[in-house]
């Protein structure tokens, strides 16, 4: 028999589930006297569009819009378009590994590619993880 899911344990959850793995999160909930399987905690997460995996090298498309200072609908374009590889997170959010956002900024579609020449260089390090 599976028990119900306290407001206390999915608050838990949602707060950890961008920065740590199921079976850290397992481990805080133990601490917090809360016994939940690293299973039950991916489901869990699943089922509230989280991805398993944590995101510490992934970027959403508004935080790269920010960044960039573009706006949301252009970074969404580009994820459906095909042009920037994508995770989908939820029906209307996506993941982008800081990997495929390299590969994108390194070789861009011809069609944009002055566009992108022309964003904020220091911006685009930023976001890859470079040096200036």
Request: glycine share 4%.
């Amino acid at each position: 028999m599976t028990r119900k899911w306290t407001p206390e344990e999915l608050a838990i959850i949602e707060e950890k589930a961008e920065v740590y793995t199921t079976k850290q999160i397992a481990s805080i909930l133990k601490r917090r006297g809360y016994h939940r399987t690293p299973n039950a905690i991916a489901l869990r997460l699943n089922s509230n569009g989280y991805s398993v995996r944590p995101t510490l090298d992934n970027y959403s498309c508004k935080e790269i819009a920010q960044v960039l200072d573009l706006s949301l609908s252009t970074v969404c374009f580009w994820v459906r378009r095909g042009w920037l590889k994508a995770k989908r997170r939820s029906p209307k959010h996506y993941q982008i590994r800081k990997w495929h956002l390299k590969q994108f900024f390194d070789n861009p579609p011809q069609s944009i590619e002055k566009r992108i020449a022309a964003l904020d260089k220091e911006a685009v390090n930023y976001l890859l993880g470079r040096r200036a």
